[in-house]
């Protein structure tokens, strides 16, 4: 399998400006054999803002946007892609937008077949797993399906927050809501703290980024990741 993903839980860290936490590895991962992105901003309302933001940033860094919505055809802009960015605002609301513009599967045969580069950020991050059924956000709207467009055999939870000893607040935390996706559901799930990416290569998965993730997989307890670590294990139906 050609794949190539680079899945980032946040665009903006704490303290610095949109991207500026990962622009090392976007350039180590686009190349300079990639000259123009297919940014997809169907997160966010705004889609022109949001594809301003990101050429803004992309240029800075030696690329060109092309955002896929101002397109005339989606599926032929992703048809003729040199690499692919997914922003993130709602997964739902993005989710729903890709089926709608049929580009699911286009996606996923440009990616795992053709070897296009895929960066996704946080609701890209969820787009690329199994299904969004670990993300974080409210269903605005409402997809045809959960599924996603299955870039890797896992399901990934965004800006995974540990629980806070001292909050009063009294509702779930991300540990409990994972939980009982496990109740029903048997894919573990990558929990990406703010600064934390994962870099896939073919059959190899790597930690990136500051902060440490956390596995959460069914009927055994949850492990801790380093930056650095190798989880190709992962990529495997067997895990």
Known sequence: ????????????????????????????????????????????????????????????????????HEAADPVEAVRKAEAIFIGGGNTFRLLKTLYDNKVVSEIRKRV????VPYMGSSAGTNVATISISTTNDMPIVYPPSFAAIGLVPF?????????????????????QRITQYHEEVETCVL?????????????????????NARLFTRGRPCVEYKPGSDLSFLLTDAH
């Open 1 to 68: 399998m050609m794949r190539r993903l680079l899945l980032v839980s946040n665009s903006t860290l704490h303290g610095s400006g949109y991207l500026d936490h990962c622009q090392q590895q976007i350039t180590d991962f686009f190349g300079k054999d990639v000259k123009k992105v297919l940014f997809v901003p169907y997160a966010l309302h705004d889609r022109d803002g949001y594809t301003k933001t990101a050429r803004d940033k992309f240029r800075t860094l030696g690329y060109e946007v092309d955002g896929i």
């Open 112 to 115: 795992l077949e053709d070897g």
């Open 155 to 175: 399901n990934i939870n965004p800006h995974y927050l540990d629980p806070d000893t001292n909050s009063r607040h009294m509702g779930e935390t991300r540990e």
């Open 191 to 211: 929990g990406l703290r703010e600064g934390c990416m994962l870099l896939v290569e073919g059959s190899k998965a790597t930690l990136l980024g500051s902060t």
